[in-house]
């Protein structure tokens, strides 16, 4: 041990800096992993309970194996290339799909400055809002290339969709920004600490922006009532039609790493992130994983509750609804900001 | 008689409207008037046949507006030129919901030219029973749109349901036809196959659609995946022997076929089943169409993508399905009924179960109410969609919770009660514009109402046997088989002579759960019956739906298609 804190103590700042972003690197991806085999299992132990079933329930303690199970499962599955599809491009797109979705979370934080963050950038939001526009790609490819017309109108339909909220997504953070007066993830986190807790968090103070981020964020993970692009019924699996085995398991991956994402932005940006809820209590990592299950609670909730919308009130509700809503509300908050009305003062 | 009790006294027989009408338009064109046990049948020659039609639809004393059904008979009889020269009859069922009065059209064609006029021009819904009877019987009729096989594969050779085509002749047929419709060369549509095999598609039918994006252009349906010639089937089967067919026709309520078989044959025979047996019926064919109306709704919202009011409302159907098994042993193909009564007296503790059940269905509708009616999402994706009028529907034949949707309040049930609907009280529903969401409140309502029937049904459950007393129609009890020489002759003389009906024709027609189920009988006398039709509700139903489609989106699509509750088993037969 003590062998490899010397050799600590030697490295170079710029070497100490490096490995421990790696290590945070390789942690946090394989939190991430484990995230994303739990919420298949959490998603479908709650779905049933909600639908009075039981779900998952054969494998391990109450089922919890079962995402590993389905995982050897899926290894071992034969990988079919449909004949005519375009072959690197269909191999490529679950790949994109992951790397997109793996991405974002870099910019995350989960503490106070420091650890709990892969990388504290200074446009951290602007660096999100490339990111997530890049999850789109892989799914118009995945339509393209399989040469199938099922997978073709799902992956047209999930262009024009996440093209249109994720603007209103973006609109919606842009009260935040003006509030926090920074692009910084850790910025904005901060700037909700205030004397009455979680009366001073962005959901609460940017309300109509909170809505916004919600509804675009479903949308921009292809969730119900927005999951129009595999709308199983009108489209048979949507853009992953003809996927199997791993890659298969790599754009469902893709997917549920997007909705870790979504909720854990959407926890730092507008849930306090990592601040206690009660200004007695002290802030903690704990919290901000208490708000983002919360909100993975919620996306799976609405699964179980809406139906999905069609095509044309998607695209309607998206434009004239959404869009003019976050504009709106930008221009209030930069008014009252520069009224200076308390809690929109910087 | 079952339903034949019911027919208005002043205007039934050989001199009821429909028949003082046509005798004084058509004059020598009619050929012949009949009753038998309250069904007008009239004849007319080919040459009056749209004429005829026409009439009845249009005079106001007849109204003869809803569309029943339209088939094809082969009188084949080797003994007589006659036989030949009136082989082919083409038999029209319609209905007049202003005046509640039935009638059957017939007429004849030669074996050399069987042509026949269409009646397309008259009766939207005639398109496809046309194409069935070209089909199944090969009667040509002129002037047809679309006269090409509907049943059967396309490269099927002979026309099955003559009575010279072998019963247990075969076809290989492996090729699917590709394209249903033209599409010029240069259209920059998208040609898509919905079905046979799609999530949208409950059961096999296919429907090709052409895309404009996401709004469908032009389609075309293609059914026939499931036919398997029941009505062949039922001519070489004894009375009973046909009930457990039924069951498979719609086999979401297989019950409710049954039910309708019996009173059909019943209604051949002349009998009545006993009170009991009448009571057990009604409550089962309520609980049935409950039954029914939870997988309409639960799949039609499956469809939209919304999942949990489908296992919500699927808990009752269970309960339904275990109150089946109590009372018979079988859950999804009960064969419950028999002729003139029940297989077996139903369990001791029947009327708790059935509370029981009563129960958990009023606990689901009420949740699945809860969950959709007034969800907005729910509501855009139904409210004006696929909307039919009136005179429309009427036309295409729809029937049941679909017409009803429409506005037209026509119910076997409460215009012509069967089985003692008359002694309950209950409210028929109907909507107003007919699109979706009307035909979704009149199915929730008519399972409340159901709710009712059974209610009052349990109530006045009267105690007796469940079978009628005629060692002619009905198998005596085992126990005396074994134990007793003419029961057991009795037995023996029934399972080897089968029932034998007088020779007749009867329309026996019951409130199913997509609407009037018939059927229609043709016996010689024999143990056979020469001819059974099967009038599908959901056949003359899914007939409008490309029509319906067509400038909708592929998502409307799947909204309506499991709004309309098409059973394949029921389409194709």
Known sequence: MSGLSDHWAGLSPVAQ????????????????????SFMTYAERRLLAFMQFRLGPNRTGPFGVLQPIADGIKLFFKEEVIPEGANRW?????????????????????????????????????????????????????????????????????????????????????????????????????????GGLGLLNWFCVVQFPAFIVYLIAATAEVNRTPFDLPEAETELVAGFHTE?????????????????????????????????????????????????????????????????????????????????????LWILVTAGLVTAGVPGFRR | MASATQEPP?????????????????????????????????????????????????????????????????QLDDDTDEGLRDRYEVVLHLYSVTHKHHVRLKTTAP???????????????????????WDLYGIRFTGHPKLERLLTHDAFVGHPMRKDYPVGQRHVLKSPKVQLMDVPADSEHLLVNIGPSHPAMHGTFRVQALMDGETIAACEAEIGYMHRNFE???????????????????????????????????????IQAPP?????????????????????????????????????????????????????????????????????????????????????????????????????????????VGAMGKDEALSWGWVGPCLRGSGVAYDVRKDHPYSGYEQYDFDVPVGTVGDCYDRYLVRMEEMRQSLRIIDQALRKLPSGPVIVDDKKVALPPKSEVYSNIEA??????????????????????????????????????????????????????????????????????????????????????
Not at chain 1, 17 to 36: C, E, R, S, T
Not at chain 1, 278 to 288: G, H, I, Q, R
Not at chain 2, 41 to 69: G, N, Y
Not at chain 2, 247 to 268: I, P
């Open chain 2, 10 to 74: 002043a205007a039934s027989g050989v001199e009821a409207p429909a028949a003082r009408v046509l005798r004084a338009e058509l004059g020598p064109q009619l050929r012949s008037v009949a009753d038998f046990r309250g069904d007008l049948a009239i004849t007319v020659e080919r040459d009056a046949w749209v004429r005829a039609a026409s009439l009845l639809r249009d005079h106001p004393q007849l109204d003869f507006k809803l569309f029943l059904d339209l088939c094809g008979v082969d």
């Open chain 2, 111 to 133: 074996e050399a030219a069987p042509d026949v006029p269409t009646l397309t021009g008259v009766y939207k819904g005639a398109n496809w029973f046309e194409r069935e009877a």
């Open chain 2, 488 to 573: 057991l002759m009795n037995h023996f003389k029934l399972v080897y002579d089968g029932i034998l009906p007088p020779p007749g024709e009867v329309y026996g027609y019951t409130e199913g759960a997509n609407g009037e189920l018939g059927y229609y009988i043709v016996s010689r006398g024999a143990k056979h019956p020469w001819r059974v039709k099967v009038r599908p509700p959901c056949f003359n139903i899914y007939q409008a739906f490309p029509s319906m489609i067509t400038g909708a989106l592929l998502a409307d699509a799947v909204a309506i298609i499991g709004g309309l509750n098409v059973i394949a088993g029921e389409l194709d037969r």
């Open chain 2, 232 to 270: 062949k089937m039922a001519e070489v089967r004894t009375y009973w022997q046909i009930i457990p067919y039924t069951d498979r026709l719609n086999y979401c309520s297989s019950f409710m076929n049954g039910h309708g078989w019996a009173l059909a044959v019943e209604k051949l025979l002349g």
């Open chain 1, 17 to 36: 800096q490096f490995w421990i972003a790696v290590l945070k690197v390789a942690v946090i991806f394989n939190v991430l992993l484990g995230l994303f």
């Open chain 1, 243 to 327: 996927y199997s085995s791993m890659r298969f398991a790599l754009l469902q991956m893709a997917e549920y790493v997007n909705m870790i994402t979504v909720a854990a932005v959407g926890t730092s940006l507008f849930l306090g992130g990592w601040l206690s809820p009660l200004p007695l209590l002290p802030d903690s990592p704990l919290w901000f994983f208490v708000k983002f299950g919360l909100l993975l609670f919620f996306f799976i909730w609405l699964r179980g509750t809406l139906p999905r919308f069609r095509y044309d009130q998607l695209m309607h509700f998206g434009w004239k609804v959404l869009v003019p809503v976050a504009t």
């Open chain 2, 276 to 384: 009991r047996a009448e009571a057990v019926r009604v409550i089962l064919s309520e609980f049935s169409r409950i039954m029914d109306h939870i997988i309409a709704i639960g799949t039609n919202v499956v469809d939209l993508g919304a999942i949990t009011p489908f296992f919500v409302m699927f808990r009752a159907r269970e309960d339904i399905y275990e109150l089946l098994d109590a009372c018979c042993g079988a859950r999804l193909t009960v064969s419950y009924v028999r002729i003139g009564g029940l297989a077996q007296d139903v369990p001791e503790d029947f009327e708790a179960r059935c509370r029981r059940v009563m129960k958990s269905v009023q606990e689901v509708v009420d949740q699945a109410d809860g969950l959709l009616t007034r969800n907005p999402i729910f509501t855009s994706r139904f409210k004006d």
């Open chain 1, 89 to 193: 491009v269909f191999v490529a797109a679950p790949a994109v799909a992951v790397v997109a979705a793996f991405l974002s979370i870099a910019v995350v934080p989960y503490g106070g400055p420091g650890l709990f963050q892969i990388a504290d950038l200074e446009v951290g939001i602007l660096y999100l809002f490339a990111i997530s526009s890049l999850g789109v790609y892989a799914i118009v490819m995945a339509g393209w290339a399989a040469n199938n017309k099922f997978t073709m109108l799902g992956g047209l339909r999930s262009a024009a969709q996440m093209f249109s909220y994720e603007l209103a997504l973006g609109l919606s953070w842009v009260g935040l920004i003006m509030l926090a007066g920074s692009f910084r993830i850790q910025d904005i986190v901060t700037a909700q600490k």
